[in-house]
């Protein structure tokens, strides 16, 4: 097993320990910035040193009250040095995402044992969820972060009775509530509960829930920029912020982000692959694992944020991350029950298979009648860009993915490990660029275009906020003046009464005529 490879081999542990610098950092900045998330989060940034207020987001000119103000505080530090690059904007969540990655082989280090420790940490450093939201511009990897260091924390004070690690974990939450909000309350102050109650320790819960130097904390950490957001903008951060975007996403559909209950039944493999089947194998020992307290604990945190977010209103696919932490451990702990059984190589296939056929897929996607026009013209260009280096590594590492897998004498978790870093290293140095290059490529040509032309640039009836971070400038959401420039999609384009300055996939710079009115065809 890898474990006792480890042992025999430093050379392995070491490796194994640089695998988070490697997943998260490897070409941090070589992706265009995804519309809408990562374009919004970058955008309010830069425009807190446009308007010189760090107190307040703005998202080209209008108030945002969708995220609290750490995130945007951490982007601000490096773009003070460095300015306006995608790796800038990025940074704060590599590096959220690799402690949470060592907090987590610590954590399992302590409880379950060096070898499973580094199961734990390859899980963390390589599953397709933590490592997407891990190299993204946006508050996730900075909330999972510091969920898992309060509830790492809330464990050891549990288990030991110790108050500086209670203590800590008032300082995680704290954050946390000014990285997104609520939650971060809700999911310790759950987790916690549903521990005690489970061993009937009420009245330990609530010493612990209502610690006064805890409170005293989180008042400190919380409550000036809350207090100070309350006072600038008054009822419209309460509306925005408290009502719209805390209340109205778990009680309500919102941005159109809704799906059934077992929504997060499909969505926690996917996002845990190529670890899916060890998953399912760990999903077996449940009871077992209730008799031990700290799985238990593990199971409890996992359970509840798949329950809390199926019965939200508003759905997507990283609000579950909140309880990946403990399944990295719990896979890691039951690695050795894992049945020599072929299926447990078939996700890593499937994902190698994928990556190698994605530029086919979207020509054949491209010619069809699918989706709209924009998304078929963006599509189209994957020809154009897809050169042979990306076959090359696609196609030779499911090659070598295949030969370790049917000819390797090794463990099932160890081929895992193997399958799991190939994919890593394709995903983040190939495939991750490729999918950038083919749908937000476009988008980052028409900004600078725009911007080396110089004038008012308006965004019409587009919403892709990260062609202000590249033009250095807000950019309005409305339709053109005449004589202003307009990026817009190819579906949206007027009938007439436009210069056309810019064409690439589905996006277009146009620039409106003297005479013309805006009409969409």
């Not at 196609?395 to 081929?415: C, E, N």
Request: hydrophobic content about 50%; charged content about 15%; overall charge positive.
């Amino acid at each position: 097993m890898m474990g006792s490879q480890t042992q025999r081999h430093p050379a392995l542990t070491l490796l194994l320990l640089l695998l988070p610098l490697a997943s998260f950092f490897l070409m941090l900045g070589a992706t265009p910035l995804f519309d809408v998330d990562e374009g919004a989060f970058s955008e309010a940034t830069r425009e807190m040193f446009e308007r010189g207020d760090f107190l307040s987001t703005y998202l080209n000119g209008e108030h945002r009250f969708d995220k609290p103000i750490l995130i945007y505080w951490l982007q601000a530090l490096p773009f003070m040095a460095f300015g306006a690059t995608e790796w800038v904007f990025r940074l704060p969540s590599a590096l959220a995402a690799t402690i949470w990655s060592y907090a987590t082989w610590y954590f399992a280090r302590e409880r379950f044992g060096p070898d499973a420790a580094l199961a734990a940490l390859t899980v963390a450093a390589t599953a397709i969820g933590p490592l997407a939201i891990g190299r993204a511009a946006t508050a996730d990897a900075l909330l999972n972060m510091l969920l898992a260091l309060a509830l790492f924390d809330a464990w050891r004070h549990l288990e030991t009775d110790r108050r500086t690690p209670l203590l800590r974990s008032y300082v995680w939450i704290g954050l946390g509530v000014l990285t997104k909000g609520p939650i971060a309350l809700i999911v310790p102050g759950t987790v916690t509960f549903l521990y005690c109650a489970s061993r009937m320790e009420w009245r330990r819960w609530l010493r612990s829930v209502f610690d006064p130097l805890g409170w005293l904390i989180l008042a400190v950490l919380v409550v000036p920029w809350y207090a100070a957001a309350l006072s600038i903008h008054g009822q419209a951060f309460i509306d925005g912020f408290i009502l719209k975007h805390n209340v109205k996403r778990f009680t309500g559909s919102l941005e159109g982000h809704s799906g059934s209950l077992f929504y997060y039944v499909v969505a926690v493999p996917l996002l845990l692959l190529p670890w899916t089947t060890p998953l399912f194998s760990a999903l077996r020992h449940v009871r077992t694992d209730a008799s031990t307290a700290v799985r238990r604990f593990l199971w409890l945190w996992a359970g509840f944020v798949v329950v809390f977010f199926s019965l939200s209103g508003t759905k997507l696919p990283h609000y579950v991350l909140y309880g990946s932490t403990p399944l990295f451990l719990l896979v890691a702990a039951h690695r050795d029950s894992l049945r020599q059984r072929w299926l447990h190589l078939v996700p890593p296939t499937l994902l190698l298979a994928t990556f190698a056929a994605l530029p086919l897929v979207a020509q054949h996607l491209s010619q069809g009648t699918a989706g709209n026009a924009y998304y078929r013209a963006q599509l189209a260009e994957a020809g154009s860009i897809t050169t042979p280096i990306y076959y090359v590594v696609t196609v030779g590492a499911l090659l070598l993915w295949l030969a370790v897998a049917t000819r390797s004498k090794a463990s099932i978790w160890s081929r895992l490990s193997i399958g799991a870093v190939i994919c890593v290293g394709v995903l983040t140095s190939t495939v991750s660029p490729w999918a950038g290059t083919l749908l937000q490529g476009p988008v980052k040509e028409a900004a600078l275009a725009a911007r080396a032309l110089g004038g008012t640039v308006v965004a019409w009836r587009f919403d892709a906020p990260s062609i202000s971070v590249y033009r250095g400038a807000v950019t309005p959401q409305r339709p053109p003046e005449p004589g202003e420039l307009a990026i817009t999609r190819i579906d949206r384009l007027p009938e007439a009464g436009y210069e056309t300055l810019f064409r690439k996939g589905g996006v277009v710079l146009v620039r409106r005529l003297a005479e013309s009115t805006p009409q969409a065809s």
